[in-house]
Structure formats: C-alpha cells, structure tokens
C-alpha cells in the first residue's frame, strides 16, 4: 500500500528553468510533508518541510507547496543549477509521531 | 567529522549467516532509526529508538534485531540471512521523537548469495 506516490521517476530540466517535482499521498491522516535529497552513496538529507496549517513555504530557491483538498504537493527549484541534480523524496507522517512514509523518489537531472 | 556514521558500508555474505550493522551519532540527538531500502527503491522504517528505548517496531522478521547500548548507538544485527534481506540498510538520527528532520548515514549495502 503506496502511501506516498512519486509519480515521476525522472526530470530533466535546463539550468536556470524551474523544476517542478510532484508527490501526491492517499492517508488523509498525514499532516507534515518534507523533501529529502539524495546523492549516489549518501544517504538522504533533509531539505525543506511544510505542516498541514500552511500552503507555502519557502526556503532560498527552494518552495515547497501544499494542496490539501488535492492530497498533493509539490517541490519548486528556482533556478535550478547543476548541483541540484540528485533524486529528490517526498516524505509524510501523520500526527506526533517520528515514523516518516516515503515515495520512492523523482531523479532530477539538470543540464547546461 | 561525519554525523552519522554506519560500519561496515559494503556487506557481501552468504545465506544463513549471521551479520551485524553498526551506527553512531555524534549529534547528541535523543531518537535514532533504522531504514531499509529496497530494490524498488522504497525507504521503509525498521526500527526506532528514543533514548535507548524502543518506540516503533514495524513489521520486520524477528531475525532483524536492534540494540541501543547508549543514546548515540543503534546497531543492526540479523540472524539467518536471505536472499530478500539484499537491500541498502539507513541508519539516521534525529533531535527528538517529534521531528521528521532526519539526519541520515551514508548507509550499507547487504548483498546475500
């Protein structure tokens, strides 16, 4: 049971155009969201959150937006650089506790 | 000075052995997890620890076995390996139980013949 969905295994944008990574989720109990990055041999590292209370936020060229009607969200780069080629999770948990759901990643590459 | 940190990063074993994961913090933080990637590329949770105590325990076989010896530990072990545990094994941390900001390793990939 796929609770949180990447539909997208990849994205290739040009550098300096925004890059728009989608992730939708099923449990209605879900009220926190965050993206996490992730280079080849590393491990996953946290990006930027949103909390059900809010639509928006935004962190540097990074935002993240929440649609809750939709169960959806999504993570805007602008611009995008090559630097910011690496897969990119979206993760949710529902309410206190720690346990993180995540979807199985969205490949960003981003070209000269 | 790495964070988060897992030994061995590379396991290569046979079937029906027995082997062991470690991870250490240096980051002071109270809760510590155990994730499992899969082929499929699904990051699971295994286990989590909150102050050496165990917190959540998913469905995993009872052959996997956390042990917390202090705060900044959270080791791995599992018995009577198979072919299905092949996997990337995350260890990472977190400032307290409440938090989704996890600070992960690198991680350690378990291949089983």
């Known amino acids: 049971d796929q609770q949180v969905k990447q539909n997208s295994p990849s994205l290739s944008v040009q550098e300096g155009r925004i890059s728009i990574l989608n992730c939708d989720y099923t449990n209605s109990m879900f009220d926190y969201f965050l993206w996490y990055k992730k280079y080849p041999a590393e491990g996953p590292t946290f990006l930027i959150s949103i909390s059900s209370i809010k639509d928006k936020n935004e962190d540097g060229r990074f935002t993240v937006f929440l649609n809750k009607s939709a169960k959806h969200l999504s993570l805007h780069i602008v611009p995008s650089q090559p630097g910011d080629s690496a897969v990119y999770f979206c993760?949710?948990?529902?309410?206190?506790?720690?346990?993180?759901?995540f979807g199985t990643g969205t490949r960003l590459q981003v070209t000269l | 000075d790495t964070a988060v940190s897992q030994t061995p990063k590379y396991l290569v074993t046979q079937m029906g052995n027995d082997k062991s994961i470690k991870c250490e913090q240096n980051?002071?933080?109270?809760?510590m997890y155990w994730y499992k990637q899969d082929s499929k590329k699904f990051l699971k949770i295994m286990f989590s620890?909150?102050?050496?105590?165990?917190?959540i325990n998913e469905t995993v076989p009872n052959r996997f076995s956390p042990k917390s010896p202090d705060k900044a530990h959270l080791n791995l072990h599992i018995n009577s390996l198979e072919l299905g545990d092949s996997a990337v094994y995350f260890c990472?941390?977190?400032?307290?139980?409440?938090?989704?900001?996890?600070?992960f390793g690198e991680g350690s990939r378990l291949t089983v013949l």
């Open positions: 620890y909150n102050n050496k105590e165990l917190i």
């Open positions: 980051l002071g933080h109270d809760t």
């Open positions: 990472a941390s977190s400032h307290d139980y409440y938090t989704g900001e996890l600070f």
């Open positions: 993760a949710a948990r529902g309410g206190t506790a720690s346990k993180l759901t």
